[in-house]
């Protein structure tokens, strides 16, 4: 996928999708925020969403959290 994005660019789109993706965490899982970091940044998901060729930072929030809460309920991405 060629992207019209610079590098910071993509890392900040990233970077804002973790803090939303942190935030439903606490949210629906009720986790402080050190653990809701903790179980984000150990996933495969984060792991997929910092490879830019996936694409999921041009993801909704919404969306990629099916991902995680998929991961973190059968413990596999779908």
């Known amino acids: ?3 019209r994005l610079t590098p910071e660019q993509i890392q900040l789109m990233k970077d804002e999708l973790s803090t939303e993706l942190v935030g439903y965490l606490v949210d629906d899982f009720h ?7 903790d179980v984000f940044y150990t996933s495969e998901t984060f792991d997929r969403l ?6 999921l930072y041009y993801q909704s929030p919404g969306y990629v959290y099916t991902f995680l809460r998929n991961e973190l ?3 596999q991405v779908m």
């Open 73 to 75: 309920f059968s413990g």
């Open 1 to 3: 996928m060629k992207s």
């Open 31 to 37: 986790y402080t925020p050190a653990q809701a970091i």
């Open 50 to 55: 910092q490879e830019s060729a996936t694409g």
